[in-house]
């Protein structure tokens, strides 16, 4: 007869057992990751650490970066390029639409531009704190049409969408001190299309003709960081600034300046794109990439579609059908490097799931009747012990049950966050003492 585990019993089980433990004052190790059911003449309550464990780092392969699989937390773009010794460089940039601010725009006669200005608010920076080290920016026109209805992937072959010798804009310049990015383009390829009221009776119209704009850097030798921009932002528009003649409505005097804002909204497609050239790093990244024959001492994650770590947790099926056993608490312990994270902030929390196709991919202990259980369930950077944690008890219950047989788990950035998330970090893996490892209580029926 099999165990039916319930989360109410579960605490209540957790209560019973920790004042048990408590007065035996006696932590009672296991044969954990060696033999991993314990013998009749062991004590009730059991604490052990497995570290009998598969950990391998694995190359993402092409992931959503269109705004609809962006989070709503870090709904940002990025561009930039910086070079990390331990994960080599990374350069990022962006596709975006711009859209009439209103229909039927007239912008009168006699049409004399002053200027075309794409201002780009900026939220913040991961790299070099001082953004000291000098990039080449430069914005582009899109040559083929972006769609909200499309979905795009990292794979996109970006050289397909613009014309490199055709910028609107560039220049190379140490990006500090920018609260708001103020880039002036060359109006001359929109003058025709501004000109005629016809390509802007609205946005149908006005999209098929003004595609879009990419922003990009050239990846840098050293140093170097990645900008975040909301282009969300009310302070993210392109404006043209102009003269005119007569408008719909009246004359307007020709010395009068006038704006004109093209908005890039929730309605605009924007395609997030970043490239990782391993080649460039100090480490051994590229040597214990997708090598899952060997573990590593050093596993990777990284976020912008980089790294993830695939877990191997097969060593707990000899779990199977041991229906005298109950877990208590189970942790998986994720160490952090040391000094592996000075320079470079690792993420705030990682993710840890099924390493499957299907569309259930969380761990019953994340989730409770459609209840979210995120404290619980952990994943969260500890600064001051350098580990994320994560409890799985429940999980590890379901495999003494049978209810599960999957031991493939993946341990990296959450799927919602990898387009927008540059953070990465290097863990301890279990062949290193104090590494990754699955701290244990259980009870002997």
């Given at each position: 007869m099999k165990i039916k585990w319930n989360w109410a019993k579960q605490h209540i089980l957790l209560l019973s057992i920790s004042v048990l433990f408590l007065q035996s004052c006696n932590e009672e190790s296991g044969p954990l990751g060696t033999d991993i059911?314990?013998?009749?003449?062991?004590?009730?309550?059991?604490?052990?650490?497995?570290?009998?464990?598969?950990?391998?780092?694995?190359?993402?392969?092409?992931?959503?970066?269109?705004?609809d699989i962006n989070s709503t937390a870090r709904d940002y773009n990025l561009v930039g390029s910086y070079v990390d010794a331990e994960f080599g460089t990374t350069t990022a940039g962006f596709f975006t639409q711009v859209r009439l601010s209103k229909n039927s725009v007239n912008l009168g006669d006699d049409l004399n531009i002053d200027s075309l200005v794409l201002y780009l608010d900026v939220k913040g920076h991961y790299g070099d704190s001082l953004q000291a080290y000098k990039q080449t920016l430069?914005?582009?026109?899109?040559?083929?049409?972006?769609?909200?209805?499309?979905?795009?992937?990292?794979?996109?072959?970006?050289?397909?969408?613009?014309?490199e010798s055709e910028p609107l804009w560039q220049k190379t310049y140490a990006p500090a001190g920018d609260s708001v990015l103020a880039l002036k383009l060359d109006a001359d390829p929109f003058f025709d299309i501004l000109n005629d009221t016809n390509n802007l009776i609205d946005n149908d119209i006005f999209t098929a003709l003004v595609k879009g704009l990419y922003i990009k850097t050239e990846a840098v030798d050293f140093g170097g960081s990645i900008r975040y921009f909301d282009l969300l932002s009310e302070q993210s528009k392109l404006t043209l600034y102009y003269q005119s003649g007569e408008e719909t409505g009246g004359v307007v005097p020709a010395s009068k300046q006038k704006t004109f804002d093209f908005l890039i909204?929730?309605?605009?497609?924007?395609?997030?794109?970043?490239?990782?050239d391993y080649s460039?790093?100090?480490?051994?990244?590229?040597?214990?990439?997708?090598?899952?024959a060997t573990i590593h001492d050093l596993l990777y994650v990284q976020g912008l579609g980089g790294v993830k770590v695939k877990l191997d947790l097969a060593n707990l099926l000899t779990w199977r059908d041991s229906m005298n056993y109950i877990i208590t608490r189970a942790e998986l312990v994720v160490p952090v490097l040391e000094d592996s994270y000075s320079e470079y902030a690792p993420p705030s929390i990682l993710s840890l799931l099924f390493d499957t196709d299907e569309s259930n991919v969380y761990l019953p202990?994340?989730?409770?009747?459609?209840?979210?259980?995120?404290?619980?369930?952990g994943g969260i950077y500890s600064a001051s012990e350098h580990t994320y944690t994560f409890n799985i008890a429940q999980y590890?219950?379901?495999?003494?049950?049978?209810?599960?047989t999957n031991t493939n788990?993946?341990?990296?950035?959450?799927?919602?966050?990898?387009?927008?998330?540059?953070?990465?970090?290097?863990?301890?893996?279990?062949?290193?003492?104090?590494?990754?490892?699955?701290?244990?209580?259980?009870?002997?029926?």
């Open positions: 059911i314990p013998s009749d003449d062991q004590a009730l309550v059991i604490v052990d650490t497995i570290k009998n464990i598969g950990a391998y780092t694995i190359k993402e392969g092409a992931i959503r970066c269109d705004e430069s914005v582009y026109q899109l040559t083929d049409s972006i769609s909200k209805d499309e979905e795009y992937e990292s794979d996109i072959d970006v050289a397909g969408y613009y014309n909204n929730d309605n605009c497609a924007r395609i997030n794109l970043f490239t990782h460039t790093a100090t480490s051994n990244i590229e040597s214990v990439m997708n090598d899952t202990d994340q989730y409770h009747n459609g209840v979210l259980y995120s404290d619980y369930f590890m219950q379901q495999i003494i049950v049978g209810e599960t788990l993946e341990l990296g950035i959450y799927p919602r966050e990898k387009p927008v998330l540059t953070n990465r970090t290097i863990l301890k893996s279990p062949s290193l003492d104090g590494g990754l490892s699955i701290k244990i209580t259980y009870m002997k029926l």
